[in-house]
C-alpha cells in the first residue's frame, strides 16, 4: 500500500550495530505497528502504538525499541543488531470505523545481520 | 482470538472462481472473520472482512455459514496475479492488543 512507506527497503549490517527501520504513513491513521516475519512463518508482533503516547510492548519486544514521533512516524530500532534478527520487517497502520479494526501494511524491510 | 483451520494448498485455473474455505468453529459471537494474503515477501494485504452476513467488495466475496463455524473466500474470475497465500484471521473487532495472529495460511496457486 503506497501510503504506508518504509525505509529503508533493504539493509545488510554487522553483529553489534544499531539500525534503525522508519515507517511512514499518509493514512492519517492513530494506530501503528511492527511485526517481523522469518521464512516460512507468520507475523510477530513486536510493538504497537495506539497514539503518539501510548506505546506497547507485542510478543517479541527484546532487543528492540520504537519512537513514535508523531502521529504519521513510527521507528523501530535494534539497539545491537544480532543474526537471529535477520528477518522481513513490516510497519502496519489500522483505523477503526464504528468498531472495527483493519490493519493495512507496508511492503517491508528485509534486514540481515551478519 | 479463536483459531481457524485451513488447507495448506489449492490450485485454481485462471479466470475461474478460486473458493478458499476456512474452519473457526471456535468463533465467539462478538470476532469478525478477516481475510488476508501476502504475495511473495510483500506486506499483507487486507480483502475483506465480515461479522455475520455475506460480503462483497471489489476483490472478493465472503461467505459466511450461519452457524458461523467456517466460511469462504470467494476470487470470482482468478488471475495469475493472485497468487498469494491467504489468510483467514478471527479477531474481536476492537482487539486491545491490536496484533493480527497470521496461521499457515492457504497457497494459492493460479495457472494459466
Known amino acids: 500500500d503506497a501510503d504506508v512507506t518504509q525505509t529503508p527497503r533493504n539493509r545488510i549490517t554487522k553483529t553489534g550495530k544499531r539500525i534503525m527501520l522508519e515507517c511512514s504513513q499518509t493514512?492519517?491513521?492513530?494506530?501503528m505497528y511492527w511485526y517481523r516475519q522469518d521464512p516460512g512463518l507468520g507475523l510477530q508482533l513486536i510493538y504497537y502504538s495506539f497514539d503518539v503516547k501510548d506505546i506497547n510492548k507485542g510478543e517479541i519486544s527484546d532487543g528492540y525499541s520504537v519512537s513514535r514521533q508523531a502521529q504519521a512516524k513510527f521507528s523501530l530500532s535494534l539497539e545491537s543488531a544480532i543474526p537471529n534478527q535477520t528477518a522481513l520487517y513490516f510497519c502496519a497502520t489500522s483505523d477503526y470505523v464504528g468498531t472495527v479494526d483493519t490493519q493495512y501494511f507496508g511492503p517491508g524491510t528485509r534486514l540481515t545481520v551478519l | 482470538d479463536a483459531k481457524t483451520t485451513q488447507p495448506p494448498s489449492m490450485d485454481c485455473a485462471e479466470g475461474r472462481a478460486a473458493n478458499l474455505p476456512c474452519n473457526h468453529s471456535t468463533i465467539s459471537g462478538n470476532e469478525y472473520v478477516y481475510w488476508y494474503r501476502q504475495i511473495h515477501s510483500q506486506g499483507p494485504q487486507y480483502i475483506i472482512h465480515?461479522?455475520?452476513n455475506n460480503e462483497t467488495n471489489e476483490m472478493a466475496s465472503l461467505i459466511i455459514t450461519e452457524d458461523r463455524k467456517s466460511s469462504t473466500l470467494i476470487l470470482p474470475h482468478a488471475t495469475l496475479r493472485d497468487t498469494a497465500v491467504y489468510y483467514c484471521i478471527v479477531r474481536v473487532a476492537y482487539n486491545q492488543g491490536g496484533k493480527l495472529i497470521f496461521g499457515q495460511g492457504t497457497e494459492l496457486s493460479v495457472k494459466p
Open positions: 493514512k492519517g491513521h492513530d494506530r
Open positions: 465480515g461479522l455475520k
